[in-house]
């Protein structure tokens, strides 16, 4: 049983890859399960918040009891998220979205003809550095960050770049760990005090664990 601490609460939580089409059957896409995300919001309804999931193609079940909204590339997810940013209590950006897309996606199917194909591609948008520049007083936001190694000055900088409220960050690099694991080992910043603090277990623990981390963040800043 859990409290419902998030009744009357609306979360929007983001999860999964996004893909970028490169013509009408091939995409640019990453190795995200979005079981994170997807741990995240069943946490949400759990605790009794009302949730709305931007998914990316993923292969799980919705979540029970979640407005889920399907996506499939960056420019559609951005669009799902300003849609509902501004009803939305807290934010979590679970998802991996691409950073690059391409300009040139074909109409056609490419065929092979023997020779190279050649892609160029460009910087996406970043979804969440725009969202929390049109953020409003009382909402509270969650980034995460899929890294190689983990530096915490450059965690802090990503925090304040991102004007997010908490970060969360995990190794991808680790074994057992991160994209497509059940488990994961997070790292976790949160904007006031710059103090960092280490969990790892299964991706529902840590769901829960980072709903904690969300509430305690707002309750401070309530009582101040
Ligand atoms: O910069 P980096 O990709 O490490 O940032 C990760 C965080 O930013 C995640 O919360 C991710 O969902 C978000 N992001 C975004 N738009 C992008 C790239 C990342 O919102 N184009």
């Not at 950073?99 to 970043?126: C, I, V």
């Not at 530096?151 to 997010?164: A, H, M, T």
Request: net charge neutral; glycine share 8%.
């Amino acid at each position: 049983t859990y409290s419902k601490d998030l009744l009357g609460k609306t979360v929007l939580i983001s999860a999964g890859p996004t893909y970028e089409p490169i013509d009408p059957v091939r995409f640019i896409g990453n190795r995200s399960s979005g079981k994170m995300g997807y741990a995240l919001a069943e946490a949400s309804i759990r605790r009794g918040a009302k949730v709305h999931l931007i998914s990316g193609p993923v292969a799980l079940p919705p979540p029970q009891g979640a407005n889920v909204e399907y996506v499939e590339t960056a420019r559609e997810m951005q669009e799902m998220l300003f849609k509902h940013f501004p009803s939305a209590d807290i934010l979590i950006m679970a998802a991996a979205v691409s950073d690059y897309t391409t300009d040139s996606t074909l109409a056609q199917k490419k065929k092979k003809d023997g020779t190279e194909w050649t892609l160029h591609l460009k910087e996406n948008p970043d979804i969440l550095s725009a969202l929390t520049k049109s953020r409003h007083p009382g909402q509270t936001i969650m980034g995460f960050a899929a890294e190689t190694s983990l530096v915490r000055k450059e965690l802090q900088d990503k925090l304040r770049r991102k004007g997010v409220d908490l970060l969360a960050s995990n190794n991808i690099s680790e074994p057992g760990s991160g994209f497509g694991s059940e488990n994961n080992s997070i790292l976790l910043l949160t904007h006031d005090g710059s103090s960092f603090e280490e969990k790892s277990g299964s991706k529902k623990d840590l769901a829960d664990w980072l709903i904690d981390r969300i509430i305690l963040l707002r309750n401070r800043i309530l009582s101040h």
